[in-house]
């Protein structure tokens, strides 16, 4: 195999080593268009404080060809050469793009002036010195990482150094304004002057033609004779634009998880590549990359889907660590001015995952706590920003707003648990509020309790001392058919608007007879009671089954024939079915006959069970698709139809990389590849997004199915009460691990069981709605009124808007008063 | 004497509203009384209840859907909207008590339900 490289920088010199180290078998030319071979970017500040060239020139492997400034100014995709600025061919059988990225300079009058440079190459900084010599003062425009490490340059030159920096605070990518408030204290202290929220209006020329001075917006000087642009980078595409490869709308070569390019002979690596929506300046995703690439070009399989962007440097003097995410539902701040340390974790809103941190001049936690990011706190947090990982004594200070709907603080809920007895999260809510609206905070309101010395178990209310899935496994193993049955033998009084819903979803999941059937009836929320979704107004919609978003010609006209019939609004919903709402219960089932008579059956929108299986268009018709994902969308969604479980399922199928069908956000979510089918599980939208995570790679259908199966079994038998899939993971002792370990290799003997039970709802499934207007009991409760079943609810009314209808509300504040 | 006669009146205007054997366990239904909506209760030990359909939180015709019940031993019902919980007994909401819903009575005479709103 002929290999051609084009560009040898860091990233390159990463890839032909590991091919090297690999055995790689072929031939290897690099084309680079510096003038000498690629050396240590990143320490490239070391080079004016003594470090010579040879000092960071990484060593060429033997028997690679490389050939420096030379530059590859072309790509003939159809004869598979480059060709080269001095006009010479080179043929190959694989082309890796690796040109990096250029220095953006902004358009400011003056940039081109002599005295105005970049910070990127070893004779950038060649360039820097020689005109330092006779500069009294320089600016470095941009105080991101690399804006502070050219401006520790231009001091360690002597200069009087400035930096100007647009956004409101320094390294506004690393650290927030607390931080950089911080940071900017630190290096005004060695004597440099910081400008934030400030432009450039012009640079301006002395006498002798050369930088004299910076003018900012406001029309003030600053007296300098070298400018610096560090204002970020662009990627270096040029080549793949050439030859009509796919950029991003950004710019950045696009290409997939093995990093191979639209063309499958070319692949690209470090910061001029799209990778995973993003392109990443940082040199160890780069470095990732580059070995995926090299991984690939051996035929292995190796995928880069992102990469932490989590930072730890030292700059000037000061210790700036960035990791995770730079905000969360929840944060403690330590901040000491005096002693420049400047410390804050973001935590998720029920304050047991950690979510990510900054700190700025001590970046002791970054060591500890990196490795907890996405996972339980090791401890409470403000003991964690002291002395990492270790401690659990304390916990949240007091003014941390917990319950933020109703503006509730930790102090609050603390002070009412002491002091009025409470045992309970129902006494909080009584109490204080907290956790009334939204109800996301209900799980830290367990946590307080816990704290607070309150032994709150699991119960799930007040009727059962049980979790969900202890009741699960008390209605499985025991065979119990009735809410009745249950709640005499394990609970107390007549259940509540939570423990009867969960107990109707257990009794479903274990294929225990129509979810109307008998004294389950009455135990459905009112969606499941009228087999569609409560609206405002009291009126309900309706969402027929659509598997994997694929529908006839005929079928949509029936559609809109019911819509009109009936006076529906229509919407398409983000699941790739179409929604008809504003029904009134009475028209339910006349709709429902319709829509059954022309094929179609209940999508389950109401119920907390499978919605759907999105998908893209798939190899069938897309000239990118590698599977078949609307094939495989529709099996899925027909196989887990009516499947109920803790929460709404939802899932998508992706026929290749592109992920047009954004299956990674789903409950679980499926990447066709060249192979088969990777699975990624515990994705999600919402108030709290998740990217799934990968739980298998390349599987066969067959496989894919089984692990799926099991999967969602293992989740309804085991989740909490409204717990998605995404939490249910996060929370999973042993997390992605344990969970490989339970269905791939039957750790725990469930296998066989989870595939019965499977089976068992896969070959019992009944459509709801048809059994619903076949049976002349259920369909006597579709009535507004049972006393006057030909009447439709007078309360209920519609206006127009955009051709469609729309409820007309009842004031509130009338009613109420 | 004013209060005595409109007890009066009161239990004279009992309406018949459905059998008893329409309503299911612990679970309610509307229904019409002149132009007023009643959501009326069966719960699993057989007893009736009669409140106000009107959801006072959401502002629909709704708390007849709601999910029946207790809490701490009370007959209760919660809102199917955004599940707030009132007392079938005094139509008190146990989540908010400065709201409630008006309560109504009723009872069975051979097997017919019927409620009295005026």
Redesign the interface.
């Known amino acids: 195999m002929r290999l051609v490289v084009a560009g040898h920088g860091p990233t390159a010199h990463r890839l032909i080593e590991t091919l090297v180290e690999r055995g790689f078998d072929g031939t290897i030319t690099v084309f680079g268009e510096e003038p000498r071979p690629a050396y240590d970017r990143v320490a490239l500040t070391s080079y004016l404080s003594g470090k010579s060239v040879d000092d960071l020139t990484y060593r060429v492997p033997d028997g690679v060809s490389l050939r420096t400034g030379v530059k590859v100014v072309s790509v003939d995709r159809a004869a598979r050469t480059v060709t080269t600025d001095a006009g010479y061919t080179e043929p190959y059988d694989v082309l890796v793009l690796a040109t990096g990225s250029a220095p953006f300079v902004p358009p400011v009058p003056g940039k081109d002036l002599p005295g105005c440079f970049v910070y990127r190459t070893i004779d950038d900084l060649d360039a820097i010195r020689e005109a330092s010599r006779d500069a009294r003062a320089g600016v470095v425009i941009g105080g991101g990482l690399l804006g502070l490490e050219a401006a520790d340059a231009l001091r360690g030159l002597g200069l009087e150094t400035h930096v100007v920096e647009m956004s409101g605070w320094l390294m506004p990518r690393q650290v927030d304004e607390g931080g950089g408030s911080v940071l900017r204290n630190h290096i005004e202290a060695l004597g440099l002057t910081v400008h934030t929220g400030a432009g450039v209006r012009s640079i301006e020329a002395g006498p002798d033609g050369r930088v004299a001075a910076l003018v900012r917006p406001d029309g003030e000087a600053v007296d300098a004779q070298v400018v610096v642009f560090s204002a970020g980078v662009r990627p270096r595409d040029e080549l793949a634009r050439g030859c009509g490869l796919e950029v991003g709308e950004r710019g950045g070569i696009v290409v997939d998880e093995g990093m191979r390019t639209s063309d499958e002979h070319i692949y690209a690596v470090g910061e001029c590549a799209l990778a995973a929506g993003m392109v990443y300046g940082l040199v160890a995703p780069c470095f990732a990359q580059a070995e995926v690439a090299a991984d690939r070009i051996l035929r292995g399989s190796a995928a880069f889907t992102g990469a932490d962007m989590s930072t730890k440097l030292k700059l000037l003097g000061v210790e700036v660590a960035q990791f995770g995410a730079m905000s969360g539902a929840l944060d403690v701040t330590y901040m000491d001015p005096v002693a420049g340390v400047y410390k804050r974790l973001f935590v998720s809103d029920d304050a047991t995952t950690l979510l990510g941190g900054i700190c700025v001049g001590d970046a002791g936690p970054y060591n500890t706590l990196r490795p907890f990011v996405g996972r339980p706190l090791p401890g409470a947090p403000s003991d964690l920003l002291f002395a990492g990982a270790g401690t659990t004594s304390t916990d949240l200070p007091d003014d941390a707003q917990v319950c933020s709907c109703n503006n509730v603080t930790k102090g609050k809920i603390c002070a009412a648990i002491a002091d009025k007895g409470l045992t309970d999260v129902q006494g909080i ?2 109490c204080t509020r907290a956790g ?1 609206t939204c109800g996301s905070c209900v799980p830290m309101l367990k946590q307080i309790l816990v704290k607070s010395g309150v032994d709150v178990g699991k119960a799930l209310c ?2 059962f001392a049980h979790s969900r899935a202890e009741l699960f496994d008390i209605v499985s193993v025991r065979g119990i058919t009735t809410f009745s049955q249950l709640i005499a033998e394990h609970g107390t ?5 939570i ?3 969960v107990v109707a979803s257990i009794l479903a999941s274990l294929g225990r007879g129509h979810i109307l059937d008998g ?1 389950q ?7 499941d ?2 087999l569609a979704n ?1 609206q ?3 009126t309900y919609s309706v969402v027929p089954r659509i598997p994997g978003g694929e529908i006839t010609p005929d079928k949509l006209i029936v559609i809109g024939e019911v819509a009109r019939d009936f006076g529906l609004y229509t919407k398409i919903t983000g699941g790739q079915r179409i929604d008809l709402l504003g029904a009134r219960v009475e028209q339910l089932p006349a709709i429902w006959r319709r829509l059954v008579d022309a094929g179609f059956e209940s999508g389950h929108a109401y119920g907390k069970a499978l919605r759907t299986v999105k998908s893209c268009v798939g190899s069938t018709w897309c000239r990118y698709g590698v599977q078949d994902s609307v094939g495989l969308a529709i099996a899925l969604e027909l196989r887990y139809r009516g499947l109920r479980s803790p929460h709404k399922l939802k899932s998508g199928i992706s026929g290749c990389a592109r992920e047009c069908a954004e299956a990674r956000s789903k409950d679980f979510g499926v990447i066709a590849t060249e192979q088969g089918w990777n699975l990624y599980v515990g994705g999600n939208g919402g108030f709290t997004p998740r990217h799934a995570d990968l739980l298998a790679a390349d599987l066969s259908t067959d496989d894919l199915v089984r692990t799926i199966d099991r999967f969602l079994m293992f989740y309804i038998r085991t989740a909490d009460r409204l717990q998605r899939t995404a939490a249910w993971l996060e929370g999973l002792d042993g997390g992605l691990g344990y969970l490989r370990e339970v269905i791939m290799e039957d750790s725990l003997g469930i296998c066989a069981d989870l595939d019965a039970q499977m089976e068992r709802h896969v070959a019992t499934y009944v459509d709801e709605w048809r059994a619903a207007i076949e049976d002349p009991d259920k369909l ?2 579709f009535v ?5 079943p030909g ?1 439709p ?3 209920i009314s519609f206006e127009t808007e955009r051709d469609q209808i729309k409820p007309v ?4 504040e009338a ?2 008063s | 004497m004013t209060i005595l006669n409109e007890t009066a009146t009161r239990t004279d205007r009992w309406t018949p509203v459905c059998s008893y054997t329409d309503l299911l366990p612990e679970r309610g239904a509307a229904v019409l009384v002149g132009t007023m909506q009643v959501a009326v209760f069966r719960t699993f030990d057989g007893a009736l209840y009669a409140l106000g359909n009107f959801d006072p939180f959401s502002g629909a015709y709704v708390l007849s859907r709601g999910i029946v019940g207790t809490r701490g031993g009370e007959p209760t019902v919660a809102s199917p909207m955004h599940k707030q919980v009132f007392s079938l007994v005094t139509g008190v909401c146990v989540d908010d008590p400065g709201v409630a819903v008006p309560t109504y009575p009723i009872r069975v005479t051979d097997g017919t339900v019927e409620v009295s709103v005026a």
């Not at chain 1, 009836?521 to 969606?527: K, V, W």
Request: net charge positive; aromatic share 4%; proline share 7%.
């Open positions: 809510k009584d009334t007040e009727h009084g007549r259940g509540c608007d423990c009867k819903p004294e009836a009455t135990l459905q929320d009112t969606n009671h009228f409560i405002k107004n009291g006597r409760r507004s009124f049972v006393n006057a009447i609810d007078p309360s509300l009842i004031p509130l009613v109420r």
